[in-house]
């Protein structure tokens, strides 16, 4: 499975961004996608996941300001982003995981830079 994640940028506080991750490859294979961020100096952490079912998991910190979205049709997971706050800036990766969670996948990483 590849992944190809884009729709960084810089942008103001209060603004929006919408991400995009296009899959390619063993598609068949995914269960989970999912958004992960990593912020100069901290882990990566979870910022939201959807199931193949459509169930979503969100971190508390985003909860109410992002939405992720998954088009089957298309391969792809969004992560509409707003009310930007600049503790939102981080690398927003995207990730898929197979069934039981036995293969992870990652995409290249697309930089969110939120400017006070």
């Known amino acids: 499975v590849q992944l190809q994640a884009s729709g960084g940028g810089l942008v103001q506080a209060g603004g929006s961004l919408r991400l995009s991750c296009a899959a390619s490859?063993?598609?068949?294979?995914?269960?989970?996608m999912g958004w992960y961020r990593q912020a100069p100096g901290k882990q990566r952490e979870l910022v939201a996941s959807?199931?193949?079912?459509?169930?979503?998991n969100y971190a508390d910190s985003v909860k109410g300001r992002f939405t992720i979205s998954r088009d089957s049709a298309k391969n792809a997971v969004y992560l509409q982003t707003n009310s930007l706050k600049p503790e939102d800036t981080a690398v927003y990766y995207c990730?898929?995981?197979?069934?039981?969670?036995?293969?992870?996948?990652w995409g290249q990483g697309t930089l969110v830079t939120v400017s006070s």
């Open positions: 990730n898929a995981k197979t069934a039981g969670f036995v293969l992870d996948y």
């Open positions: 490859g063993s598609i068949f294979s995914i269960d989970v």
């Open positions: 959807v199931t193949r079912s459509g169930s979503t």
